[in-house]
């Protein structure tokens, strides 16, 4: 009997390099020797919704993390994963993703190299009848499905956030972004730009880390050395904020630092008072909800072109007050923020909690 075909496009810096969550804050990765075992795996014919993840690396930490709640969820919902890197080439992502197509797989995960550049993959698969789901930013093919986050407005509540802790002080405030050409690095950054232009006394500098904590460690003492004025470094990804971190740390300077995804460590960091502010969006809990939506649309399940993954701010200790007095819990279009704590976030973001929140019970977006 012919399978039904679903693609699942995950476009982000989520699954970026810069991601983080599991492993160190340094940002551990595999080895070469596991790298290559998950590349050669093969789709094997059993009953479970089979799904090929194609992805740019299988080294980044926000990917592990990612593949975590992949892989918790596919136990739990009967699910088979193929994970495969295409080492951030668009062609070899686009030849995996026909192969996978070739190969009979139920659905392919893809993280995405150029939101722009699988457009014409993710036509071919649509127009061919498979259903496709693109996440993390939204993918402009003809008939795809978006799995979405607040990107922009997450960061530029951020962005707010920062401006009204520093409104007292002149300097600078550096931002880390992705890189070039990633959709979900290039919302975080314009959102963070809009948020901060209200803050006269804050010049902002930005630099690419590259989804990578090494390249974004020597970005930051870049930064670092040539502003003295530095008062605060924004990194739009926990795996790249460890390496900010430790520049920061070497530097011996009093430079405060906010990040966002909410993975462990970057939490343990807000709890201790080393990170001002996070952004809970937990790469584990993504991974986890893709996989569900897959799981329901296999099933026939209607639903919106647009899925939604509810974000929630994860104030520290000094920015609480900050937030509160600035009115921040609600945006300019009236829209109310989910503010949590540290606590409330690390139970949200852990699989207890994720597997609670995307129950049988969970409803997608209609």
């Given at each position: 009997?012919?399978r039904?075909?679903?693609?699942?496009?995950?476009?982000?810096?989520?699954?970026?390099?810069?991601?983080a969550?599991?492993?160190?804050g340094?940002?551990?990765?595999?080895?070469?020797?596991?790298?290559?075992?998950?590349?050669?795996?093969?789709?094997?014919?059993?009953?479970?919704?089979?799904?090929?993840?194609?992805?740019?690396?299988?080294t980044?930490?926000?990917?592990?993390?990612?593949?975590?709640?992949a892989?918790?969820?596919?136990?739990?919902?009967?699910?088979?994963?193929?994970?495969?890197?295409?080492?951030?080439?668009?062609?070899?992502q686009?030849?995996?993703i026909?192969?996978?197509?070739?190969?009979?797989?139920?659905?392919?995960?893809?993280?995405?190299?150029d939101?722009?550049?699988?457009?014409?993959?993710?036509?071919?698969?649509?127009?061919?009848?498979?259903?496709?789901?693109?996440?993390?930013?939204?993918?402009?093919?003809?008939?795809?499905?978006?799995?979405v986050?607040?990107?922009?407005?997450?960061?530029?509540?951020a962005?707010?956030a920062?401006g009204?802790?520093?409104?007292?002080?002149?300097?600078t405030?550096?931002?880390i972004?992705?890189?070039?050409?990633?959709?979900?690095?290039?919302?975080?950054?314009?959102?963070?730009?809009?948020?901060?232009?209200?803050?006269?006394?804050?010049?902002?500098?930005?630099?690419?880390?590259?989804?990578?904590?090494?390249?974004?460690?020597?970005?930051?003492?870049?930064?670092?050395?040539?502003?003295?004025?530095?008062?605060?470094?924004?990194?739009?990804?926990?795996?790249?904020?460890?390496?900010?971190?430790?520049?920061?740390?070497?530097?011996?300077?009093?430079?405060?630092?906010?990040?966002n995804?909410?993975?462990a460590?970057?939490?343990?960091?807000?709890?201790?008072?080393?990170?001002?502010?996070?952004n809970?969006?937990?790469?584990?809990?993504?991974g986890?909800?893709?996989m569900?939506?897959?799981?329901?649309?296999?099933?026939?399940?209607?639903?919106?072109?647009?899925?939604?993954?509810?974000?929630?701010?994860?104030?520290g200790?000094?920015?609480?007050?900050?937030?509160?007095?600035?009115?921040?819990?609600?945006?300019?279009?009236?829209?109310?923020?989910?503010?949590?704590?540290?606590?409330?976030?690390?139970?949200?973001?852990?699989?207890?909690?994720?597997?609670?929140?995307?129950?049988?019970d969970?409803v997608?977006?209609?």
């Amino acid at each position: 009997m012919k399978r039904k075909l679903f693609a699942w496009v995950m476009v982000a810096v989520m699954a970026s390099a810069g991601l983080a969550g599991c492993g160190s804050g340094e940002g551990e990765t595999q080895n070469a020797e596991e790298t290559a075992a998950v590349e050669e795996t093969t789709v094997e014919d059993n009953e479970g919704l089979t799904v090929g993840m194609s992805c740019i690396n299988l080294t980044d930490a926000g990917l592990a993390a990612i593949k975590e709640g992949a892989d918790t969820a596919a136990e739990d919902l009967g699910m088979n994963l193929i994970w495969k890197a295409c080492d951030g080439d668009l062609d070899k992502q686009i030849d995996i993703i026909r192969g996978f197509v070739q190969q009979g797989v139920d659905a392919i995960w893809i993280d995405s190299v150029d939101v722009d550049g699988i457009v014409s993959v993710v036509n071919e698969a649509t127009e061919a009848g498979v259903t496709v789901l693109t996440a993390g930013s939204r993918v402009e093919g003809e008939d795809n499905y978006n799995l979405v986050y607040p990107d922009l407005v997450d960061a530029q509540f951020a962005a707010k956030a920062i401006g009204e802790y520093y409104k007292d002080e002149t300097g600078t405030v550096g931002l880390i972004v992705g890189s070039a050409g990633n959709l979900v690095s290039e919302k975080r950054q314009e959102g963070f730009e809009k948020g901060i232009e209200g803050y006269s006394n804050l010049k902002l500098v930005t630099e690419q880390g590259m989804w990578d904590a090494t390249t974004s460690m020597q970005k930051a003492e870049d930064m670092i050395r040539a502003n003295d004025d530095l008062l605060h470094i924004h990194v739009i990804a926990d795996g790249m904020s460890y390496g900010v971190y430790r520049a920061i740390q070497n530097s011996g300077k009093e430079i405060t630092i906010s990040s966002n995804d909410g993975e462990a460590d970057a939490l343990a960091y807000t709890e201790s008072g080393e990170y001002l502010l996070e952004n809970l969006v937990g790469n584990g809990r993504l991974g986890y909800w893709g996989m569900v939506i897959a799981d329901r649309l296999s099933k026939g399940e209607e639903m919106a072109k647009d899925q939604y993954l509810p974000t929630y701010k994860v104030p520290g200790e000094k920015m609480k007050p900050v937030v509160e007095e600035a009115g921040l819990e609600k945006g300019e279009d009236g829209t109310q923020y989910q503010i949590v704590t540290v606590e409330e976030a690390k139970k949200i973001g852990s699989p207890e909690g994720y597997k609670e929140e995307f129950n049988e019970d969970f409803v997608p977006t209609k």
